[in-house]
């Protein structure tokens, strides 16, 4: 631990030093110098119709890169033909891919499963004719609500294949947050699991799923995944198993021609209000991006093996362990469970055992590997691994230092990538033979992206090297289309500032003296736990529908490990007391509701909430004062008497993930 500290102090200097790429690596790279970069300055829709052709497989090619005759409503290769599981699968088994793992899959049972291209390609037909025989057409929505199980890297692309737009959820939400999915988008499937594994424990899946079915009649079919083997109820001519409904389908299943802007997927993400956003994404723009920046950014190989170890629920997980990984013929490590089971080496073993050259995390689980110490990674020969990338969140110096060092072995470039939801692909990233490295900043725009800083009192294109709001001043390929069925919010929450000048992604961002950016966090109110997106409206909603609280706010306090952990204030109802208990319960609650990510580290009972005088909770107010800071100007409020009471109870409690 001493040898440990030693390492870390002096970050102050390590964060302003430089990381060149390594000569050998530069050597070899994709991109190892500016010339992406000049292209896409000089003809910035011949750059992107460029990577269209080149690492997109097109039945019709479009008649317009980009229309912005309707803005925010951005089209990108309108007219062009494409389907994104025939780039994913078909177009490889002509090549020396045909037989190559698609998939490496691992449970965390310790059950093992490899897909090649080939295997891959009878999988997605089977399954994509089962979705055909049970009547599912382009356009219909399915939801997918599962594990990391090859299952749903199956079900996503033989929605694809036949254009059903699909919906995941996932697996870690429960039957709450399933059923406001599948009711905000009217979903006519729902494919699900018997249940999951954690840390050696059944944790029940189809039972979530029976709940929020109950309350969603558009369902007309469920189809159950056979994987933990629990016991669960199957309801007649509604629920088929997988196992028993793919058995007969035919291994062949033609690709439907897709428009490049024909909806691929919706996927959920929290907002600033208590209802999650259903974010569109296309068909042609999307799959361009996230194929470019795979290769791109991870310097993607023939004979790599490249694992990201997020979920497939997430957006990183759809983008980079499924869409661009596979469109670009790679194997792709999929790993169901903990990262620390049995052990704390689990992720490391897995590193040594396939061999992985390019390992993609959050910075949440490097800090908590930095926690438990070296000793479980040097357990392990990594020296198979040339890149990392770190995603989700802010890498704090220290935390980036330790996985350059204790993972990475000194020797590996790390692509500390910014990007979100909406945006689809990376957005600001290093290109790791080519860009400097600084711990902590995401470095530069993507060739082909234009990121600024705008400033809120500011109506004209600021300048540049001062603090204000990350924004994206041109579209590019892989945006978000819309909200699903809410036009009007996709308006309102991106484009609304600056009279539709610029995409504002909620962060907060500087560019420093080198023209670097970094990303401290979001400045909306959105949290971020350990990498997860969370709305303090959806905790406060959720809070607020329990029968003894009358008012709730919530806050993400900042966390050592977790980056941020949500904090909330209750006003009780007449008739009921403060209690652990009661306390206990509200914890709870909000666990069924949401799910165990949203859970409270601390529910705090207080007679009132710091208010302006007109009503507006001061939840920045209450974050400083769980943080310990002091609340500054409180004259504003309607009753500063508040104040001190509740930094009273705050330090009689305090907070803090272990
Ligand atoms: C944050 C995840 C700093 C940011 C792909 C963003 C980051 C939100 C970084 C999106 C990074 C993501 N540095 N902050 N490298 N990457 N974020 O939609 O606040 O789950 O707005 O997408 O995560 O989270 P989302």
Redesign the pocket.
């Known amino acids: 631990m001493q040898k440990e500290e030693k390492d870390t102090a002096g970050v102050e200097s390590l964060m302003t030093k430089v990381y060149d790429p390594p000569e050998n690596f530069k050597a070899q790279a994709w991109v190892n110098d500016d010339s992406p970069y000049k292209k896409a300055d000089e003809d910035f829709e011949g750059f992107w119709a460029e990577a269209a052709e080149q690492n997109v497989t097109w039945f019709k090619k479009w008649d317009k890169v980009l229309d912005d005759s309707n803005p925010p409503f951005f089209k990108w290769f309108t007219g062009g033909k494409l389907n994104i599981s025939y780039n994913c699968i078909d177009r490889h088994l002509a090549t020396p891919r045909k037989n190559k793992a698609a998939i490496i899959w691992e449970s965390e049972t310790g059950a093992t499963r490899t897909i090649t291209y080939q295997e891959m390609y009878y999988e997605v037909c089977r399954f994509a004719n089962v979705l055909k025989n049970l009547g599912l057409k382009k356009g219909d929505i399915a939801t997918i609500y599962l594990p990391m199980v090859p299952e749903l890297a199956i079900a996503m692309l033989a929605c694809c294949r036949i254009g059903v737009i699909h919906s995941v959820v996932f697996a870690g939400f429960s039957s709450g947050a399933l059923q406001d999915r599948i009711e905000d988008s009217n979903s006519k499937l729902l494919i699900t699991c018997d249940g999951n594994f954690r840390r050696g424990k059944p944790l029940a899946m189809k039972i979530n799923a029976d709940e929020a079915m109950k309350n969603c009649p558009t369902i007309e079919n469920c189809i159950v995944v056979k994987y933990n083997g629990m016991d669960i109820q199957m309801q007649d001519g509604r629920d088929h198993w997988w196992g028993e409904i793919i058995a007969d389908a035919k291994p062949e299943c033609e690709p439907e021609h897709m428009d490049a802007e024909d909806i691929l997927f919706i996927l959920y993400?929290s907002g600033t209000t208590g209802k999650p956003k259903g974010v569109v994404h296309t068909t042609g723009g999307y799959l361009t991006g996230v194929a470019l920046t795979h290769k791109w950014v991870f310097d993607a190989k023939e004979e790599d093996t490249y694992w990201c170890s997020a979920d497939i629920g997430?957006?990183?997980g759809h983008?980079y362990i499924l869409y661009g990984p596979l469109a670009n013929g790679a194997t792709s490590v999929m790993y169901d469970g903990s990262p620390d089971y049995p052990e704390r080496n689990r992720w490391w073993s897995m590193v040594e055992k396939y061999r992985v050259n390019i390992f993609y995390t959050a910075?949440t689980a490097i800090r908590a590997f930095m926690k438990w110490g070296p000793q479980w990674p040097e357990k392990h020969d990594m020296s198979s691994l040339r890149l990392l990338g770190?995603?989700?969140?802010?890498?704090n110096p220290e935390a980036w230092l330790w996985y350059y060092k204790h993972i990475g072995g000194e020797r590996c470039p790390i692509v500390?990538?910014?990007?979100?939801?909406?945006?689809g692909m990376i957005m600001?990233?290093p290109l790791p033979g080519y860009t400097p490295l600084k711990p902590g900043s995401?470095t530069k725009a993507f060739p082909g992206v234009h990121v600024d800083i705008f400033k809120d009192e500011e109506t004209e294109r600021p300048q540049a090297k001062t603090k204000g709001r990350?924004a994206i001043t041109k579209p590019w390929p892989a945006m978000l289309r819309t909200l699903y069925n809410d036009d009007q919010r996709y308006i309102d929450t991106y484009w609304s500032r600056w009279g539709g000048k610029a995409y504002i992604?909620?962060?907060g961002a500087f560019f420093d003296d080198d023209g670097y950016l970094w990303?401290?966090?979001?400045i909306d109110d959105?949290m971020?736990v350990a990498?997860?997106?969370l709305s303090t409206m959806e905790l406060e909603s959720a809070l607020v529908a329990h029968e003894a609280v009358a008012e709730a706010a919530v806050v993400g306090k900042t966390d050592e490990f977790k980056g941020q952990i949500p904090v909330a204030f209750v006003i009780l109802k007449d008739g009921f007391d403060p209690s652990d208990e009661l306390e206990g319960d509200l914890k709870k609650f909000v666990r069924t509701k949401i799910g165990p990510i949203a859970t409270p580290a601390a529910v705090r009972f207080t007679r009132d909430l710091p208010k302006t005088r007109s009503g507006k909770i001061m939840r920045r107010l209450l974050r400083d004062l769980e943080e310990g800071k002091p609340p500054g100007d409180v004259t504003t409020l309607r009753d500063p008497t508040i104040v001190d009471e509740i930094s009273e109870i705050v330090k009689a409690h305090p907070t803090g993930s272990k």
């Open positions: 993400t997430w957006v990183t983008s910075p770190t995603v989700g969140e802010p890498i500390d990538t910014w990007w979100q939801t909406e945006t600001v990233t995401a990350l992604a909620g962060d990303v401290p966090g979001r959105v971020n990498g997860h997106r």
